[in-house]
């Protein structure tokens, strides 16, 4: 008789999830992934895969990017609008997460309220991924920091300054300060925070650091130029996200002191790289002289979240 149990599946539902040498694991074998994609060589290391991509919100860069490297891994990927499916009818969650895991073999899921991640992942059989919630957007982020590595080397030490909303791509740049040790000043109004709790968890995670480790911090400051004095990387992200256009007119006057402009970008290292997940809205949070200029890196970050999304979907669907 086998007493073994099978091994537990993983889900990606925010960067706690990552232990510090995941991360690392995960952004070699996007490089790997992307230098064979650049040298004309298939990788179909997810043949006769099948992953559900169910959105409950538009995107451009999360769709296509994990519809492709589906594709280019020898798989296919789903496009399930929730408008379309019988989720949007009222079918639980729950219902969902078991009938789809009977099909595909991971789950990606775009949507808002992040507890609907945690109930997808809790009922389905299948690896979930978190394609961006309210509260968290986990391959964006890695995605990021691989950007940040091609460009400058190890992250671990540097100091990111995050200037504007303290939201879902915040969130996942705090907890990613903890992981990997480097030092993040985050610059939001009063009322815009980043949440206590997450803000906490890095904290604790930063101060726990195992001897050997780079400890990485997390400060929250209220003026931009305090946050970005000597930066090596600048990050910033519309200042209403998808679900808060309500609150669009309140939000544009709450932020109209945390543009990103040349004149905040001076006070950073002359080399300081200037990230943004996009979509952008030039003249808001960003100029175009900025986001167009010679710091971006913005099409890159686009780019990898095709590589880093292959390296993922392989780790856990593989
Ligand atoms: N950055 C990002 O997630 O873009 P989309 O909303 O287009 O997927
Ligand atoms: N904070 C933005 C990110 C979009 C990729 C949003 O949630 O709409």
């Given at each position: 008789m086998n007493h073994t149990s099978p091994p537990k599946k993983r889900d990606l539902?925010?960067?706690?999830?990552?232990?510090t040498e995941e991360f690392y694991q995960l952004f070699s074998r996007a490089a790997a992934l992307k230098a064979a994609l650049k040298a004309g060589e298939a990788t179909?290391?997810?043949?006769g895969r099948t992953l559900a991509m169910v959105f409950e919100k538009p995107s451009t860069r999360t769709r296509v990017s994990f519809e492709t490297g589906m594709y280019q891994l020898g798989g296919q990927a789903l496009f399930l609008s929730s408008k379309d499916i019988q989720l949007g009818r009222g079918e639980p969650l729950s219902d969902s997460a078991r009938v789809l895991s009977r099909f595909v073999d991971g789950i990606m899921v775009r949507t808002f309220a992040h507890a609907n991640l945690v109930t997808m992942a809790e009922y389905a059989t299948v690896p979930v991924i978190n394609g961006l919630s309210d509260d968290f957007h986990p391959c964006q982020i890695l995605a990021d920091l691989l950007t940040y590595q091609e460009h400058?080397?190890?992250?671990?030490g540097r100091k990111v300054a995050w200037v504007g909303d303290g939201n879902n791509v915040a969130h996942s740049w705090i907890l990613a300060a903890a992981r990997l040790g480097f030092h993040l000043f985050v610059a939001t109004p009063a009322d815009y925070s980043p949440k206590p709790s997450v803000v906490e968890w890095a904290q604790s995670s930063c101060a726990s650091q195992p001897a050997g480790e780079a400890a990485g911090s997390v400060v929250l400051l209220r003026q931009p130029k305090d946050a970005v004095a000597e930066a090596d990387l600048v990050v910033t992200d519309s200042w209403?996200?998808?679900?808060?256009e309500k609150e669009q007119k309140r939000r544009l006057r709450a932020f109209a002191n945390y543009c990103v402009d040349s004149k905040l970008m001076q006070?950073?290292?002359?080399?300081a790289l200037f990230m943004h997940c996009l979509p952008a809205h030039r003249g808001e949070e960003v100029t175009a002289e900025v986001l167009d200029?010679?710091?971006?890196?913005v099409w890159d970050e686009a780019e990898n979240r095709l590589h880093i999304q292959k390296a993922i979907l392989e780790w856990l669907m593989g």
């Amino acid at each position: 008789m086998n007493h073994t149990s099978p091994p537990k599946k993983r889900d990606l539902l925010s960067l706690m999830d990552l232990q510090t040498e995941e991360f690392y694991q995960l952004f070699s074998r996007a490089a790997a992934l992307k230098a064979a994609l650049k040298a004309g060589e298939a990788t179909h290391t997810l043949k006769g895969r099948t992953l559900a991509m169910v959105f409950e919100k538009p995107s451009t860069r999360t769709r296509v990017s994990f519809e492709t490297g589906m594709y280019q891994l020898g798989g296919q990927a789903l496009f399930l609008s929730s408008k379309d499916i019988q989720l949007g009818r009222g079918e639980p969650l729950s219902d969902s997460a078991r009938v789809l895991s009977r099909f595909v073999d991971g789950i990606m899921v775009r949507t808002f309220a992040h507890a609907n991640l945690v109930t997808m992942a809790e009922y389905a059989t299948v690896p979930v991924i978190n394609g961006l919630s309210d509260d968290f957007h986990p391959c964006q982020i890695l995605a990021d920091l691989l950007t940040y590595q091609e460009h400058r080397g190890s992250i671990a030490g540097r100091k990111v300054a995050w200037v504007g909303d303290g939201n879902n791509v915040a969130h996942s740049w705090i907890l990613a300060a903890a992981r990997l040790g480097f030092h993040l000043f985050v610059a939001t109004p009063a009322d815009y925070s980043p949440k206590p709790s997450v803000v906490e968890w890095a904290q604790s995670s930063c101060a726990s650091q195992p001897a050997g480790e780079a400890a990485g911090s997390v400060v929250l400051l209220r003026q931009p130029k305090d946050a970005v004095a000597e930066a090596d990387l600048v990050v910033t992200d519309s200042w209403t996200s998808m679900g808060q256009e309500k609150e669009q007119k309140r939000r544009l006057r709450a932020f109209a002191n945390y543009c990103v402009d040349s004149k905040l970008m001076q006070l950073a290292r002359p080399d300081a790289l200037f990230m943004h997940c996009l979509p952008a809205h030039r003249g808001e949070e960003v100029t175009a002289e900025v986001l167009d200029g010679p710091q971006s890196v913005v099409w890159d970050e686009a780019e990898n979240r095709l590589h880093i999304q292959k390296a993922i979907l392989e780790w856990l669907m593989g």
